[in-house]
């Protein structure tokens, strides 16, 4: 499994406020980033959108909260098995937030798959923390 980890932000935002946030799927849209993402739907449980190249993203939530600061997705629609995992802690007077994504990729695939991944969930955590900073 190939590990591939966003940076981790600070926001001023409670732990639990932005665990209950995230644990609505729906509210992932505002957080990707709007050039390479289209078609977004989805539930409170599970989302779908399309990404640059056509490609249809499913995310699934595997848990029904944060356990221990980590909303597990499961992801479909990819090339390769995938799972997210929203790491949201207490931190100080706020909290920490990162995404981890955990892939099963060839060597090939991880060349290819790796910097778009990185990019991608370094806008994620980004936009937490500029949205809840």
């Keep these: 499994m190939t590990e591939i980890r966003s940076q981790t ?8 406020d932005l665990q209950t946030h995230l644990a609505d799927l729906r509210h992932l849209e505002p957080l990707l980033p709007h050039d390479k993402v289209k078609d977004f739907s989805g539930t409170e449980e599970e989302v779908s959108f399309k990404i640059q190249g056509g490609l249809q993203i499913r995310l ?11 909303l597990r997705l499961q992801g479909g629609g990819a090339p390769f098995a995938f799972h997210l995992d929203l790491l949201v802690k207490e931190s100080g007077s706020g909290a920490s937030a990162s995404v981890l994504c955990e892939a099963d990729l060839n060597p090939f695939m991880r060349m290819m798959a790796q910097k778009p991944l990185e990019a991608l969930f370094g806008h ?4 937490v923390e500029a949205k809840f900073g």
Aim: aromatic residues 4%.
């Design 9 to 16: 932000v600070q926001v001023t935002t409670a732990a639990v």
């Design 60 to 70: 699934t939530r595997t848990s029904s909260a944060f356990d221990q600061g980590v």
């Design 124 to 127: 994620i955590a980004g936009q």
